[in-house]
């Protein structure tokens, strides 16, 4: 154990970042009520780490094809891409 001790790292996540240097992304769900009733959505959520500037649009699925979609919408509405993407 003591040797394990003495490799042992610490490691931390920054918090600090350049512009558009990483977004972060995540999915969640709202509750629409439509004609037919209320039903629950699924939502892209992507946000500049540096700036807290985000992006939301409503999705059909959190399939593959629905993500990569988001995506695109995102990175045409922020007017570039990212280096980095962290799901959170």
Same mark, same amino acid.
């Given at each position: 154990?003591?040797?394990? $001790?003495?490799?042992?790292? /610490? ?6 970042? *350049?512009?558009? &240097?990483?977004? /972060? %992304? *995540?999915?969640? &769900?709202?509750?629409? *009520?439509?004609? /037919?009733?209320? $039903? ?6 992507? =946000? ?8 939301? =649009?409503?999705?059909?699925? &959190?399939?593959? !094809? %629905?993500?990569? !979609? ?5 990175? /045409?509405?922020?007017? $570039? *891409? ?7």
């Amino acid at each position: 154990m003591a040797r394990r $001790r003495k490799r042992k790292r /610490e490691t931390f996540i920054p918090l600090v970042h *350049d512009p558009g &240097q990483r977004l /972060e %992304a *995540d999915f969640g &769900q709202i509750h629409v *009520d439509f004609p /037919e009733g209320r $039903r629950a959505v699924s939502v892209l959520i992507l =946000v500049w780490s540096h700036s807290n500037y985000p992006f939301a =649009v409503a999705l059909p699925t &959190q399939r593959t !094809e %629905a993500i990569l !979609e988001g995506m695109v919408r995102g990175f /045409e509405h922020f007017g $570039r *891409d990212s280096s980095l993407i962290r799901w959170l």
